[in-house]
């Protein structure tokens, strides 16, 4: 499985995918562990959890993101992401964002995305408004987020 934007490629996080793409900036962070074990266990969270952000012109990992887990009983799916410094502010958050959102929506079992960031992440902040996403809740440091089918 893999989808395509203009300019990316994501493919679920696996040891062979890790493998076959340049790491050179990007760091292979505990999530990434976590999800890989957790693959072994139980096949069907592949799409549910970490999607490598892969730039096509140079075939490099840029950074990554994905959902915190299969559609829960409210029809909905957290998402997290993150991008290489040196590749952030070029658009490339929201580009993957958005095709994984319309991935996840092409299920029935998907209703709500869900997001989270700090209030001061102003750079988070513009991703998940160019992506439609509206504020459900402050609470302390934290914004909350969330865009319905």
């Known amino acids: 499985m893999q989808l395509q934007t203009e300019r990316l ?3 679920p996080c696996s040891e062979q995918s890790l493998s076959t793409y340049a790491t050179d900036e990007f760091e292979i962070g505990p999530h990434i562990e976590m999800y890989l074990e957790e693959v072994k266990e139980d096949a069907s969270v592949i799409g549910w959890g970490v999607w490598l952000v892969i730039d096509k012109q140079n075939n490099k990992i840029i950074g990554d993101l994905g959902f915190k887990g299969k559609p829960d009983a409210e029809k909905s799916v957290e998402v997290g ?4 410094t ?3 502010n070029k658009g490339y ?3 993957a964002l958005k095709c994984v959102f319309e991935w996840a929506f092409n299920f029935n079992s ?3 995305i869900k997001a989270e960031c ?5 750079a988070s902040i513009r991703v998940l408004e ?3 996403m509206q504020k459900s809740k402050t ?4 914004l909350y987020w969330q865009l319905n089918k």
């Open 9 to 11: 490629k994501l493919t």
């Open 81 to 84: 992401y993150g991008i290489t």
């Open 86 to 88: 040196s590749e952030q």
């Open 93 to 95: 958050a929201t580009e």
């Open 110 to 112: 998907v209703e709500k």
């Open 118 to 122: 700090l209030r001061d992440n102003t």
């Open 130 to 132: 160019k992506l439609n």
């Open 139 to 142: 609470d302390n440091d934290m």
